[in-house]
């Protein structure tokens, strides 16, 4: 077997685990996962597993950071042209959908829970939701009152006030309804009039 194989065939064995982890840890909590459970789950031997992660520890936190960097890339990616209008409901729709996705409930309440063993793993994902939700949201609204297109003297504030509107009917929601709660409204039409409000307080 040629290097280059065996690198792709212990790649594909790193990609069942993390597969096979994530759903194991999500429905049965840290604590109820067992790595022999996963290696069951991944068709890989115990030895495998411990090969390529070597605590549960460790295999929970590539779940978390593989998993956040996946749900996140979307939202980083909605830039547009347009007014005002345009460019806010693209992001907040993103956002909503975000937020309504089971796996990222599962994941703010999997972290938020576990919190107390993995401090470290919480402020990185924390940090990180600021960085790819509140980062993104106060660069677009810096953006937009650059241009003109917004009245705003505190762009953190605003961008606070907005992510407000969005985070409650869907994430907040969701995290005492359940992962799979789906909102009484379309998220398009929550969204729409989170950017409403906002506009009729902030546009130029």
Not at 49 to 68: N, P, R
Not at 80 to 92: K, M, V
Not at 148 to 175: C, K, V, W
Request: with cysteine.
């Amino acid at each position: 077997m040629g290097e280059r194989e065996w690198d792709t065939r212990s790649e594909r064995k790193r990609r069942a685990i993390l597969d096979a982890a994530r759903e194991i840890f999500l429905n049965q909590g840290y604590a109820g996962a067992g790595m022999e459970a996963v290696a069951r789950s991944a068709a890989v031997s115990t030895a495998t597993l411990y090969a390529h992660f070597q605590s549960k520890a460790d295999l929970f936190e590539a779940v978390v950071e593989e998993a956040v960097a996946g749900l996140t890339a979307e939202l980083r990616s909605t830039r547009d042209d347009g007014d005002a209008r345009t460019r806010l409901t693209l992001f907040a729709v993103a956002l909503g959908r975000f937020y309504c996705e089971p796996l990222s409930r599962s994941l703010f309440r999997l972290v938020t829970a576990e919190r107390r063993r993995f401090g470290k793993l919480a402020d990185r994902f924390q940090a990180r939701s600021r960085r790819d939700i509140g980062g993104v949201a106060l660069a677009l609204i810096q953006e937009l009152a650059k241009d003109g297109l917004l009245n705003i003297d505190d762009p953190a504030s605003a961008a606070g006030q907005l992510l407000g509107m969005l985070e409650h009917p869907t994430l907040t929601m969701g995290l005492m309804a359940g992962d799979e709660t789906v909102p009484q409204r379309p998220v398009e039409a929550i969204c729409q009039e989170a950017v409403e409000t906002f506009l009729a307080r902030y546009a130029a």
